[in-house]
Every structure is written in structure tokens, then in C-alpha cells.
């Protein structure tokens, strides 16, 4: 997933930066937000969210078994 991210934002700084030369340094600016910064932060936010769950209830999990709360789960 991130050599992907990491391709796509070498595309649009290339972008970025041909927009920049050819017209206003401001254009360019607003090529790397608009078609890089933003849609590839909201990509590996929604993409993210898997881990992030499995993450959260891990912890919360290690948490009530620090406390004694609850047996480990078991298989079946």
C-alpha cells in the first residue's frame, strides 16, 4: 500500500511542478493538494481503518485481561 502512495505522490509533485514552471507557482501548489495531499490522505484513512479496529480491540482486550475482567478468548 505505500509503495503505491509513495509512486502516486512522485507523479503529482512531477505534476506539481510542471504546472508551476508552465504557469503560477500558485497552480502548482493547488495540483499537489487537490491530486495528491487530499485524495491520498482520505485513501489510507478509509484503508487504515481495519488496523486501526483490530488495534483498538487488541488493547482493549489487553486491558480487561491486566485487570483479571475476563478470560482470554478461546478457540471455540
Same mark, same amino acid.
Given at each position: 500500500?505505500?509503495?503505491v502512495?509513495?509512486?502516486?505522490m512522485f507523479?503529482v509533485?512531477?505534476?506539481?511542478a510542471?504546472?508551476?514552471?508552465s504557469?503560477?507557482?500558485f ?8 491530486? /495528491?495531499?487530499? *485524495? ?7 484503508l /487504515?481503518? *481495519? ?6 480491540a487488541?488493547?482493549?482486550t489487553?486491558?480487561?485481561?491486566a485487570a /483479571?475482567d475476563a478470560? *482470554?478468548?478461546?478457540? /471455540?
Open positions: 500500500m505505500h509503495i502512495a509513495i509512486a502516486w507523479v509533485v512531477l505534476m506539481a510542471a504546472e508551476g514552471m504557469t503560477t507557482w497552480a502548482g501548489l493547488m495540483t499537489l493538494i487537490f491530486y /495528491g495531499l487530499l *485524495p491520498l490522505s482520505l485513501v489510507l484513512y478509509i /487504515g481503518t *481495519p488496523a486501526r479496529r483490530k488495534s483498538r487488541r488493547e482493549q489487553r486491558q480487561r485481561l /483479571g478470560e *482470554p478468548p478461546g478457540p /471455540g
